[in-house]
């Protein structure tokens, strides 16, 4: 930690003073106390831009699903399950931030009514079999459509991990989400890796590999 | 390690030379390439089981689902996901197995047929509206059946995590899977945790609190 206050003392400061708001991991929606849908989102890609946006001088605040991570120095952690939760912990803070990224795998339905107990096997139906799914607020969608429409500047990044078509995708994902730039990563390479290789769509100006 | 190698070492060991096979963790049934559905087990009770034993002198295999934990120094890893990779990985090895202790918080149910690719929400139908479930094999039932069987000794032991019922749940999965012992616990107070408050049920002898 000594390493990192220097780390960050000497670094230069592009968002000094700056409110910086990251969602990161997959969300847990559960079907009963101990079963869920989840991801195989690790958080590391959210771990790591947290950590590094909180050594370019930003106040970092991190909205996380379960994972296995430990906090990113300096950043004040907020974490969640489902992403109806993930949605209330942004929107609870969204009018301060200055930047928003938005890495987490944010599951698109929930479960409608889950199991207080334990479903058994030995009853009639099969856990699970009569699921009800209900849609998830796109809390991406929804901040993109706030920062349009407010005079604070907001500056909104997207992520999209895919298995196919990734340029596709990526720029409808800029469209409807309204965001600033969408940073795309094939998820077969990605998910739970320490590397990985990634593209960036802006609506200005051509996609860039990094 | 050396602390460890040590602590072996001057440990007695009651179970010198015996092999012993775990399963720890949660399984991951997949709905598509990144989606799944899994459970809250950390694994910490098995990977602790499996240290246990190799302190004790044993040979020890572990089967686990994905965790995020460092593997027990000493033991044979065998990493999998779904219930179905876990029964192949247990079932390649039962045979030279002396004490089998299912701790893995095991799927009943598996997805009939995964997408390939990552269902997208724009297509009409919500991704796994439409999933299929099939039963997975009962690994704990098969393992029980099988040392029933057979002529050279192998001691079985199952795990139940509950959210009620707890005693009858227990002594059910006794007779059901002929195990010989049965180790209870309530899910709401043990996943995840480091400690918890366990019940040993046997057919010989009545329910021992630990």
Same mark, same amino acid.
């Given at each position: 930690e000594v390493v990192l206050e220097l780390a960050r003392a000497v670094n230069p400061k592009p968002l000094n003073g700056k409110q910086v708001l990251l969602t990161a991991g997959p969300t847990f929606e559960a079907i009963d106390p101990v079963r869920g849908i989840t991801n195989r989102s690790s958080g590391k890609m959210g771990y790591a831009l947290a950590q590094a946006a909180w050594l370019m001088g930003a106040n970092?605040?991190?909205? /996380?699903?379960?994972?296995? $991570?430990?906090?990113?120095?300096?950043?004040? +952690? #907020? %974490?969640? @399950?489902?992403?109806? @939760? +993930?949605?209330?912990?942004? #929107?609870?803070? *969204?009018?301060? *931030?200055?930047? #928003?990224?938005?890495?987490?795998?944010?599951?698109?339905?929930?479960?409608k009514n889950p199991s207080t107990q334990k479903q058994k096997k030995q009853n009639a139906e099969p856990a699970g079999l009569h699921m009800e799914f209900e849609l998830n607020p796109d809390i991406l969608a929804e901040v993109?459509?706030?920062? /349009?429409?407010? /005079?604070?500047? $907001?500056?909104v990044v997207g992520f999209a991990a895919e298995t196919e078509n990734l340029d596709e995708y990526a720029q409808q994902k800029l469209?409807?989400?309204?965001?600033? #730039?969408?940073?795309? %990563?094939?998820?077969?390479?990605?998910?739970?890796?320490?590397?990985?290789e990634l593209t960036v769509y802006s609506k200005t100006s051509k996609p860039e590999r990094l």
């Open positions: 970092v605040n991190l909205v /996380s699903g379960p994972t296995a $991570l430990p906090a990113p120095y300096g950043a004040r +952690m #907020f %974490n969640v @399950q489902s992403a109806r @939760q +993930m949605h209330a912990a942004v #929107f609870n803070q *969204i009018e301060q *931030i200055d930047l #928003f990224l938005g890495v987490a795998a944010v599951a698109d339905y929930g479960i993109g459509k706030l920062a /349009s429409e407010r /005079s604070q500047p $907001l500056t469209m409807n989400k309204k965001a600033h #730039f969408i940073v795309g %990563n094939l998820a077969q390479d990605a998910l739970g890796a320490d590397l990985t």
